[in-house]
């Protein structure tokens, strides 16, 4: 008896460790740091580049690589 | 009979020259306000090292499609993008480029108004700008554009942004040609005794004159627009700060 239990825990054990390796691990996308943040980033790199924008120029083009970065992320998940 | 017939005659004599003179006079009128300059002007990005040349290039790409006209006759001018398509621009950098590059600047020196155009979303705006907005420095430094022998001339302008809580500083540097003596430039870099052929606001993004057309035909007119609200600088700074807030944080 002691035998056919130790058998089926084993058993068990084993099936549910192949299992375990054969388990698709799922791709999830990790969603890139805040939108905001991303935006901030992209708007000074230009700047190191192109020269200072004006207030108004900025604000512009911090709202544009925001809603780029938010338009990437609901293309991750168009549900 | 004979008399009524002479005065008849004389009537018509007179209205006859009074018809032809008003004309020779509106054709004159015609004439002189179609007479206008143009020059062309592109765009580019005075050059500091290869590295991150090449990191912006489709950005830099669509400044340099860019091609944008100076119309002025005595005392207006106009400074607007060249109407036309450009193809390829998913991404938007054509969009960016015409924004940060300008949309329409008009300036009357008699009634000594300057003016920009700007837009928020579906909103247009002309920006009611300091009609002497830049206190020149003229310098003795010179350089040849196209010919014309232009001097160099630097100011200063700074500008608080409260979505970044600091001070812009800027540092437009233009060079004008004294042999053309009009006041006028482009992006709103004006106010020079010459037209300005060469210059940049911010010292990295700078314009160009590449066609200097003088007496063009165009049916553009040199008018005042009427087609958007019109606020001052510091108004139209609020509205977009307002705008962008609204935009990142009030989601």
Known sequence: ?79 | MMQALIIYQMKLTKNISITVFCLFYCLFVTSQNNKVNCVTYKIDRYTYGDEKEVKDNELLRAFRALEYELIYNDTRSIYKPVDKLYEGDSDGEYQIAQMLAGYYFFKDIVTKEKMEQSEIGSSKFYVIKEFEEYKWEISSETKIIDGYTCYKATSYKEGYSELRGRVNKFFPTVWFAPSIPAPFGPYGLDGLPGLVLEGTFNGRIYFYATHINRYCDTKIELQKPTNGKYVTEKEFSEISTKNAKENLYGR
Do not use: R, W
């Open chain 1, 1 to 79: 008896m002691k035998k056919v239990i130790f058998s089926a825990i084993a058993m068990i054990a084993f099936v549910g460790s192949s299992m375990a390796n054969t388990l698709e691990v799922e791709k999830i996308e990790t969603p890139p740091q805040s939108c905001i943040s991303s935006a901030i980033f992209q708007v000074n790199e230009y700047e190191q580049i192109n020269g200072c924008l004006s207030d108004t120029q900025y604000n512009f083009m911090l709202q544009h690589y925001f809603n780029k970065c938010q338009s990437k992320l609901t293309a991750i998940d168009p549900c």
